[in-house]
């Protein structure tokens, strides 16, 4: 099994020879536009949810209680 | 360089300042006059633990600024005390909402259960606080010492899936529905909260095993329950890793690739070479000893503030106990201080116990640094670590900083010696590693 795994990474040079011949700087800029991009997705998202949030509470135990109180 | 004691006081200020605006929330959606009962337990518990979970997922996404700026100890530390915290809040929230329910509709309390459940959505969040409740248990003392750390790590794993489905139920709760900018603001803390663990904790490794290919070059034994690996790759440069930093590894063999270990470097990183000393302490970390040369390895990190840079003071005084000594090792050979100003003392039950010792000589001899081997019975007055013996072996203990890595017991035990003899807090560096 041990094996396996050693033979796994060892079967993609092709990956392996792209990632160890690019240079520092193509490097720090893919991640930091790896960072932007997923924070631009994450702000999208975010407000695209609460956005589409519910406009009313299915019940309020808050406004029951009050309610009840009341009567 | 900002102190992390000042980066993790202003982060507190801000996460305490967020989690009394989520309070303050509670208390708005209740209106005027406030009614002190189970509804507003239910409604203030519902926030603070929905903000908690939020924060806590933040707090341990491994992010650089995190790591390094406040440190990994003191991450821990706050994950220690805010996960329980969260998970009690989230059963409070859940026992008060169902006797508010009872109480509002004068029924009884399964019926006002079953009420409860009904409500749309509230099925993954009923789901959510089993899994919550299921990671507390995971994390008692009592049992985390009866489950193997893959099956501790697995069940930590489901506090993401958890915080998913929670997620839903707050939205549409009492106190965010209807309040647009709101619901936005929380789906944002929510949604760059997994941005950030998705980053550091997934990508970032990732990254790095594509980039460096670091494989497994050489183990060998360094005692009967102690072990050295060197890990050689390319570009190692570019991780920047300080002596007295650590990495959580994983080692891709079938065995292994499923748990992920806090180690530290116990030498410095030489060209494209990083090494580690690891301490049989379960069937885990026995199987590392077996790993064959050639082994991919996913390496997370550099984490950890335990450097040279935290150095204020003319001297240094490094304490190891046991196992501890692979930071100090690595430490000890780049303070960068005339060697008469460098002192490691280092504790072990057993003279066999003394790993890296060869190495240690070899180094004072060549800086002239100072090692103090402190071997046997801890009720030896010859193996004292109280502050009072540590300042008769260096002098001046108050013109030192001390770097401190030990067993959680020897750690506690000196660090309330220094403090009760009034030492410095911030003159004193530790990293403590839990699971």
């Known amino acids: 099994m041990s094996d396996t795994a050693i033979e796994f990474g060892r079967r993609i040079p092709r990956i392996a020879r792209l990632s160890i011949a690019a240079p520092p700087s193509l490097i720090r800029w893919t991640l930091r536009a790896t960072t932007v991009v997923l924070f631009v997705g994450a702000t999208a998202f975010g407000v695209s949810l609460g956005m589409s949030g519910p406009d009313s509470a299915p019940t309020s135990v808050v406004h029951h209680h009050t309610a009840a109180s009341d009567q | 360089m900002r102190s992390p004691r000042l980066t993790a006081t202003i982060l507190l200020v801000l996460v305490w300042l967020g989690a009394a605006l989520a309070v303050f929330q509670s208390f708005v959606t209740a209106g005027l006059p406030i009614q002190i009962g189970v509804a507003l337990v239910a409604h203030v518990t519902g926030m603070a633990a929905g903000y908690g979970a939020a924060i806590m997922l933040i707090l341990m996404s491994r992010a650089p600024w995190l790591e390094y700026g406040v440190g990994a100890h003191r991450l821990a530390r706050w994950h220690a005390w805010g996960g329980p915290t969260v998970i009690i809040l989230t059963v409070v929230h859940a026992l008060a909402a169902v006797l508010a329910s009872a109480y509002a509709g004068s029924i009884d309390l ?97 990254f790095q095993l594509w980039r460096h290919r670091l494989r497994v070059e050489q183990v060998w034994q360094e005692s009967a329950d102690v072990i050295s690996v060197l890990m050689s790759g390319h570009h190692l440069d570019e991780l920047r890793a300080e002596p007295g930093q650590f990495f959580r590894w994983r080692f891709l063999t079938g065995k292994t690739w499923r748990s992920a270990y806090p180690f530290s470097l116990s030498a410095p990183p030489a060209g494209d070479r990083l090494r580690i000393t690891v301490k049989a302490r379960g069937d885990g970390t026995r199987r590392i000893f077996t790993i064959p040369v050639g082994t991919l390895v996913f390496a997370e990190g550099p984490y950890g503030a335990l450097t040279r840079r935290r150095r204020r003071r003319p001297r240094v005084l490094l304490i190891a106990g046991g196992v501890g000594i692979t930071p100090m090792r690595a430490l000890f050979e780049v303070i960068d201080l005339p060697g008469e100003d460098v002192t490691l003392v280092y504790r072990a039950s057993r003279e066999q116990d003394l790993v890296l010792k060869h190495e240690l000589d070899e180094i004072s001899e060549r800086s002239g640094a100072r090692v103090v081997y ?58 403590r590693f839990s699971f």
């Open chain 2, 374 to 431: 402190l071997v046997g019975p801890s009720t030896d007055t010859a193996n004292d670590m109280s502050a009072h013996a540590l300042n008769r072996i260096v002098g001046n203990l108050s013109d030192h900083d001390v770097y401190l890595c030990a067993s959680p017991r020897l750690a506690a035990r000196v660090r309330g010696s220094l403090m009760d003899r009034g030492f410095p807090r911030h003159q004193l560096h530790e990293e």
């Open chain 2, 110 to 206: 399964m019926a006002a259960a079953k009420d409860v459940v009904g409500i749309p959505g509230l099925t993954s969040a009923l789901a959510a606080t089993v899994l919550l409740i299921l990671v507390g248990i995971a994390s008692l003392r009592v049992v985390r010492q009866r489950l193997s750390y893959e099956w501790w790590h697995f069940v930590h794993l489901l506090t993401y899936l958890a915080v998913a489905l929670g997620f839903a139920h707050q939205l549409a709760g009492p106190d965010l529905a209807g309040r647009r900018w709101l619901q936005v603001a929380w789906s944002l803390l929510y949604t760059y909260a997994f941005a950030l663990v998705l980053r550091w904790r997934l990508l970032q490794p990732l």
